[in-house]
């Protein structure tokens, strides 16, 4: 096929002259890492653009994802969804923390909260929920059982860049709160992530733990990791927080489309987030529900045969893989909901640069069938 495939996300990008400019200042001043200029002024700007005291950037959302859990010491249990990218779950089998998972709220597509409490057990010690789609949680209830039982709070929060909730920041919520920017998030600096966290210290702590460990030049206070965004990635990073807010809006727009598109056609379930978000569209999930015309997986494959890469975001359950299926929470029939919205999910392109055309045709061939 002659057309360039249409792919569920792509990656967004500054225009390329803008960007030497800051490769100029890298070359002239030869600092490439360990918190050098960029670095310290990209964790400035994240704080002021979402509202919180403290962030530290990573080289990669799975590392902060690892990072963050042995921040705060945690071990044992931890309960989580099944309903996610696999690097939730690894970053628990990283830290040989057992995942306990817990079936979905289908309305909002993340760990209920109804189910939490029948998961704990003496050796619970934190709970590892996901925005998933960038939808939030119920965090409220999440964290009146987190204090109830004592246990931390740790959001992946990798879908949820610039989301805000009840007229504040998502990621204010929790202990800490996670994010990815890699390539096919809303904001990337090629592959890169963030924890951000309440306090001074526990943000030193972080600081330490991804630079190998180390506190000073002779003290190694934990086995760390090379966690580290170098400066090409915060350069970047920097210009391309300049455009987000209109790259979501544009996104949004899109969704709007969409909801326009395709609202009661019968046989599609179009998820929203709950009230009271501002939401980036970051994703557009659709459920292809037993009444419409195909199955999921045979409109998957008209889009795949009109050279369109629509994905399944998320199926399979990370309950159902090699490494966790054995496990007494990845249980089929504890998972019911998660497992029925996996059979019945499809993620359809979104992201600024889509053409009107190509998001016309995404259309045609759902309204089809
Ligand atoms: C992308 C993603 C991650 C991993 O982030 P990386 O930056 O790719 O390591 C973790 N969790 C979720 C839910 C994600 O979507």
Same mark, same amino acid.
């Given at each position: 096929?002659?057309?360039?495939?249409?792919?569920?996300?792509?990656?967004?990008?500054?225009?390329?002259?803008?960007?030497?400019?800051?490769?100029?200042?890298?070359?002239?001043?030869?600092?490439?890492?360990?918190?050098?200029?960029?670095?310290?002024?990209?964790?400035?700007?994240?704080?002021?653009?979402?509202?919180?005291?403290?962030?530290?950037?990573?080289?990669?959302?799975?590392?902060?994802?690892?990072?963050?859990?042995?921040?705060?010491?945690?071990?044992?249990?931890?309960?989580?969804?099944?309903?996610?990218?696999?690097?939730?779950?690894?970053?628990?089998?990283?830290?040989? &923390? /057992? =995942?306990?998972?817990?079936? +979905?709220? $289908?309305?909002?597509?993340?760990?209920? !909260?109804?189910?939490? #409490?029948?998961? &704990? /057990? =003496?050796?619970?010690?934190? +709970?590892? $929920?996901?925005?998933?789609?960038?939808? !939030?949680?119920?965090? #409220?209830?999440?964290?009146?059982?987190?204090?109830?039982?004592?246990?931390?709070?740790?959001?992946?929060?990798?879908?949820?860049?610039?989301?805000?909730?009840?007229?504040?920041?998502?990621?204010?919520?929790?202990?800490?709160?996670?994010?990815?920017?890699?390539?096919?998030?809303?904001?990337?600096?090629?592959?890169?992530?963030?924890?951000?966290?309440?306090?001074?210290?526990?943000?030193?702590?972080?600081?330490?733990?991804?630079?190998?460990?180390?506190?000073?030049?002779?003290?190694?206070?934990?086995?760390?990791?090379?966690?580290?965004?170098?400066?090409?990635?915060?350069?970047?990073?920097?210009?391309?927080?300049?455009?987000?807010?209109?790259?979501?809006?544009?996104?949004?727009?899109?969704?709007?489309?969409?909801?326009?598109?395709?609202?009661?056609?019968?046989?599609?379930?179009?998820?929203?987030?709950?009230?009271?978000?501002?939401?980036?569209?970051?994703?557009?999930?659709?459920?292809?529900?037993?009444?419409?015309?195909?199955?999921?997986?045979?409109?998957?494959?008209?889009?795949?045969?009109?050279?369109?890469?629509?994905?399944?975001?998320?199926?399979?359950?990370?309950?159902?893989?090699?490494?966790?299926?054995?496990?007494?929470?990845?249980?089929?029939?504890?998972?019911?909901l998660a497992r029925s919205s996996a059979e019945r999910i499809l993620c359809l392109p979104i992201y600024p640069d889509l053409a009107v055309d190509d998001h016309q045709r995404v259309i045609d061939i759902i309204r089809a069938g």
């Amino acid at each position: 096929m002659s057309r360039k495939p249409i792919t569920v996300t792509q990656p967004y990008l500054p225009p390329l002259e803008e960007f030497i400019p800051y490769l100029e200042q890298i070359w002239a001043s030869k600092t490439l890492t360990n918190n050098g200029p960029f670095h310290r002024q990209l964790e400035q700007a994240l704080c002021e653009h979402f509202g919180v005291e403290h962030l530290a950037l990573f080289a990669n959302g799975t590392i902060a994802l690892i990072t963050a859990l042995q921040a705060l010491r945690i071990s044992g249990e931890v309960i989580t969804t099944p309903y996610s990218f696999v690097a939730t779950s690894h970053s628990l089998l990283w830290n040989t &923390i /057992t =995942p306990v998972f817990v079936d +979905i709220d $289908p309305e909002r597509m993340s760990l209920d !909260p109804a189910r939490i #409490e029948a998961a &704990i /057990t =003496p050796r619970t010690t934190a +709970i590892m $929920p996901v925005h998933c789609y960038g939808y !939030p949680c119920d965090v #409220e209830r999440i964290e009146r059982i987190a204090d109830t039982y004592g246990l931390k709070v740790i959001y992946d929060a990798a879908h949820a860049f610039g989301v805000r909730y009840r007229g504040e920041s998502l990621l204010r919520h929790g202990d800490l709160s996670i994010l990815s920017f890699h390539a096919t998030k809303v904001f990337n600096t090629f592959e890169g992530g963030a924890i951000v966290c309440p306090d001074a210290k526990t943000k030193q702590r972080i600081d330490f733990l991804k630079n190998f460990g180390f506190a000073d030049e002779v003290t190694v206070m934990a086995p760390g990791i090379n966690g580290k965004m170098n400066e090409f990635q915060a350069a970047l990073g920097l210009l391309q927080l300049q455009r987000v807010d209109a790259a979501i809006a544009r996104r949004r727009e899109i969704d709007a489309a969409y909801r326009e598109a395709l609202n009661g056609l019968p046989g599609i379930t179009l998820p929203s987030p709950p009230p009271d978000t501002e939401h980036n569209a970051a994703y557009f999930p659709i459920l292809v529900e037993p009444d419409y015309r195909l199955t999921r997986d045979q409109l998957y494959q008209r889009f795949r045969d009109e050279n369109i890469l629509v994905r399944r975001y998320f199926y399979p359950l990370i309950s159902d893989m090699p490494m966790y299926r054995g496990l007494p929470s990845a249980a089929p029939e504890r998972l019911p909901l998660a497992r029925s919205s996996a059979e019945r999910i499809l993620c359809l392109p979104i992201y600024p640069d889509l053409a009107v055309d190509d998001h016309q045709r995404v259309i045609d061939i759902i309204r089809a069938g």
